[in-house]
């Protein structure tokens, strides 16, 4: 059984920075590419960044460029998204999610990705 897990959501004031990490078990972990989603109330879900098996590629939104980082751990099974100045409007659930194959240009379209973690909630004050 599949299971994707996140943690490191909590409260932070603005121009903080936090790291949310995400394990995923029961698959092969550097077979797939993982991508990190967040959806604030009422808003849609955003694709907000994504890294490919070995790492070598990742993407970013604009609205996070700049600020985020995302990495892996391919022997610990992790992925990391570090979030450095961080605003009140970056507010949201946090999900990780795992693709089987290579998105390219559509790596924020949710159905690309086949498993989901449950999410960690950020809230960041101003």
């Known amino acids: 059984q599949v299971q994707v897990v996140e943690s490191g959501g909590g409260l932070v004031q603005a121009g903080g920075s936090l790291r949310l990490s995400c394990t995923a078990s029961g698959l092969t972990f550097d077979d797939w590419n993982m991508g990190w989603f967040r959806q604030a109330p009422g808003k849609e879900r955003e694709g907000i960044s994504y890294i490919t098996r070995s790492g070598a590629t990742t993407f970013y939104a604009d609205s996070v460029k700049g600020r985020f980082t995302i990495s892996r751990d391919n022997a610990a099974k992790m992925v990391y998204l570090q979030m450095n100045s961080l605003k009140p409007e970056d507010t949201a659930m946090y999900y990780c999610?795992?693709?089987?194959?290579?998105?390219?240009?559509?790596?924020?379209?949710?159905?690309?990705?086949?498993?989901w973690g449950q999410g960690t909630q950020v809230t960041v004050s101003s």
């Open positions: 999610a795992a693709s089987s194959r290579y998105s390219g240009g559509f790596w924020t379209d949710g159905s690309q990705y086949r498993y």
